[in-house]
């Protein structure tokens, strides 16, 4: 199958030296060229290409915005980010607006072919060491706290832990193993949710606590 292919790049010995190199592939077919990403938003309605090899950092507009512009009107159309430079900004920005990979044009040219045609088939394609930097910075963004319902908003911290394990049936011994507290503790705090909620038995607050808590909560 014949992948066409856009290329985008402000430096015009870029091009030409990416359109040689690539052009020598049987499966691969240069359909047109750009040198800035509005330029590049008008070749893809025109030429509707597969793949779009993507500079980040250009005049008039930049990678980031022409990805996002062409991967909303153009969904079909896969962005591949070849870019100099590997800043964290340019590779978050890049994939949050919908390039399928980002790579660096140091990397040898029969790696950039085989990447090339894994983005056309669907998968994502990294430059060495991206990926884990994407992860780790994906693991060092604390948890947003989940936002408690303001009906439960009375309830200590450990109340509230309670009444959820209650209205997904939790006996008492269950919940007790679960907070590694004792049964005891566990009836004094249930106790206590009835009382801050004028709620009289279990059913009731499993009922309530069902229908203010969003699933998951």
């Known amino acids: 199958m014949m992948i066409r292919l856009l290329l985008v790049d402000d ?20 359909v047109g060229m750009a040198e800035n990403g509005e330029e590049a938003i008008a070749q893809v309605e025109k030429l509707q290409p597969d793949v779009v090899l993507m500079d980040v950092r250009m005049p008039v507009m930049n990678g980031a915005t022409a990805t996002r512009i062409i991967c909303e009107k153009f969904p079909q159309v896969k962005v591949l980010v070849l870019s100099t430079y590997d800043d964290d900004h340019d590779v978050n920005e890049a994939i949050r607006s919908g390039a399928k990979g980002y790579l660096l044009k140091d990397m040898p040219s029969e790696e950039l072919v085989n990447a090339i045609r894994s983005v056309h088939r669907g998968y994502a394609q990294l430059a060495p060491g991206l990926l884990e930097r994407v992860i780790m910075q994906k693991q060092a963004q604390p948890t947003p706290p989940q936002p408690v319902h303001p009906a439960l908003a009375s309830l200590t911290p450990r109340e509230l832990d309670v009444a959820k394990l209650v209205a997904v049936g939790a006996t008492n011994q269950e919940i007790a193993q679960q907070l590694f507290i004792s049964e005891s503790t566990v009836k004094t705090h249930i106790n206590s949710i009835f009382n801050r909620l004028n709620i009289k038995n279990r059913a009731q607050l499993a009922i309530y606590a069902n229908s203010v808590c969003s699933p998951g909560l």
Do not use: N, T
């Open 11 to 30: 430096q015009s010995l870029v091009r030409q030296g990416l359109k040689a190199m690539l052009s020598l592939e049987s499966d691969l077919e240069i």
